[in-house]
């Protein structure tokens, strides 16, 4: 059984849904070590998430932006924590509904995901930096 783990920075993104699959794919190599396993993604940020989901139609990122942000409005009285602005609470709200991990299978060297289906970066700041992942595979 091999184990790998690595850090890997993501580009800066604007705020909205964005595919990160091949980015990640090509800072992990050690992907094409593994004939039966799994990769298990982290993202070090309360600010964005990650989610699998559809890879091929734009729109349904662009709904997904659009649904969240009217699902979990900025802005609101009650919130307290605004420190960095607006965007501040609601985007640590979103990444507590979303969440910050996903696990896929490695099958024969490669991720084992449907053909429609991509790793997402949630990015819910209007203002964000690079994000840091945490990448972990376990396999043979």
């Known amino acids: 059984m ?3 783990q690595k850090e890997i920075s993501l580009k800066q993104r604007k705020r909205g849904f964005h595919l990160i699959t091949d980015e990640i794919v090509d800072q992990v190599p050690e992907i094409g070590k593994i004939h039966t396993g799994i990769m298990h ?5 309360t600010s964005a998430s990650l989610t699998l989901n ?3 139609d734009p729109t349904v990122r662009k709904d997904m932006e659009t649904h969240f942000n009217r699902m979990i409005p900025e802005n609101m009285p009650y919130y307290e924590h605004d420190t960095e602005g607006p965007d501040d ?3 640590h709200l979103k990444s507590v509904v ?9 099958t024969n060297g490669a991720l084992n995901i449907g053909i429609w289906q991509g790793i997402y970066l949630c990015e819910h700041r209007n203002y964000s ?3 840091k992942l945490v990448i972990t595979i376990m396999g043979e």
């Open 54 to 56: 559809e890879n091929a």
């Open 89 to 91: 609470m609601p985007a």
């Open 2 to 4: 091999a184990w790998y």
């Open 98 to 106: 979303i969440g910050n991990s996903i696990t896929l299978p490695i």
């Open 41 to 45: 993604v982290f993202i070090k940020h």
């Open 129 to 131: 930096r690079s994000r």
